[in-house]
């Protein structure tokens, strides 16, 4: 053992060596899966974005919940075309940041989507988040898939 510990030659044994390309293995790895990770929670935070400001955009767009939340839409109590079974019927435009009448192109990031306590599955670039405001002022939210 001593005779290990004094050796002066600067040879790297096999072992050192395989155990060096492991850990730099690992620590790629490591590295990988921490990117994947944050890239997910960093598109969940970009639908979570997506809801609220939906949620703001149709409270602003009929008059705190009490109309239709379409954008420029001409009818009002009732004989509006977005009005179905007594709800107020839009869809979230991201492109647009505003709500309309048909359903546009999906634009979810992650496969999963949450809103307050409900989940939603799809594949990215597959949902939309519709909008639904009833006669008493309350406004809900959901996803759905988008137009094909």
């Not at 239709?68 to 009732?78: E, I, K, M, W």
């Not at 839009?90 to 634009?107: A, H, Q, R, S």
Request: aromatic residues 8%; contains cysteine; hydrophobic residues 30%.
């Amino acid at each position: 053992m001593r005779r290990k510990l004094r050796d002066t030659s600067g040879s790297v044994t096999r072992r050192e060596v395989l155990l060096s390309v492991l850990a730099i293995a690992m620590c790629l790895f490591f590295v990988y899966e921490g990117m994947r990770y944050l890239d997910g929670q960093q598109k969940k935070g970009n639908d979570a974005l997506r809801v609220n400001t939906a949620e703001s955009t149709a409270t602003i767009n009929s008059n705190d919940g009490m109309s239709c939340p379409v954008r420029n839409c001409s009818g009002r109590n009732g004989s509006c075309s977005h009005y179905i079974g007594g709800v107020y019927v839009g869809y979230f435009d991201d492109v647009l940041n505003t709500i309309v009448g048909k359903k546009p192109e999906g634009y979810n990031e992650y496969d999963t989507m949450k809103i307050n306590d409900q989940f939603w599955h799809g594949a990215p670039g597959t949902m939309v988040i519709r909008v639904e405001v009833d006669g008493s002022g309350g406004i809900r939210l959901s996803w759905e898939s988008s137009k094909r």
